[in-house]
């Protein structure tokens, strides 16, 4: 079987794929009497014929070595996966090649980080490595199809990098 190391989730490594979404640096300003500090607008959030709306996901823990057969992308979107815990997750991207997936990669988030996928980006499931497998999801609400799968012929094996 094909495998994949992970690696960790860099803005550099990931930019090609979405934002990083994280308090790395120092914040842009602070507000509430200075008692808090702003990242400001740290994802390019792109919604085409409908609107952004927050749902909640609780996601099934999954562990290393991970079975990749799928993986999917939405065109109408970008997609922000914002975990409501400490532990660190799973990510699987794909650039396009071709209207296909190409060769994956596999990042696993530092505690506190999020992502957000650009539109159009292959990504896999979500994938939390540690219960509760609870994330805020921004996405694009609207009518009409947004989802696209592809099903790997020969499936990857995601190995801890």
Request: include cysteine.
């Amino acid at each position: 079987m094909r495998e994949i190391a992970t690696a960790p989730l860099t803005p550099d490594a990931f930019a090609p794929f979405g934002d990083v979404l994280d308090t790395s640096g120092a914040p842009e300003k602070l507000i509430n009497q200075g008692l808090c500090g702003r990242y400001h607008d740290r994802a390019r959030l792109d919604f085409g014929g409908g609107r952004a709306g927050i749902s909640l996901f609780d996601a099934k823990p999954r562990s290393l070595p991970y079975r990749l057969d799928m993986v999917e992308r939405h065109p109408e979107g970008s997609q922000a996966f914002l975990p409501m815990s400490e532990h660190p997750f799973l990510v699987i991207v794909a650039p396009d090649v071709g209207d296909r997936p190409g060769t994956p990669r596999a990042f696993v988030t530092a505690p506190g980080q999020g992502i957000n996928l650009h539109r159009g980006t292959w990504h896999g499931v979500l994938t939390p490595l540690h219960a509760p497998g609870l994330f805020a999801v921004v996405d694009r609400i609207g009518d009409g199809s947004n989802l696209e799968e592809h099903w790997f012929g020969e499936p990857w094996m995601v190995v801890e990098g």
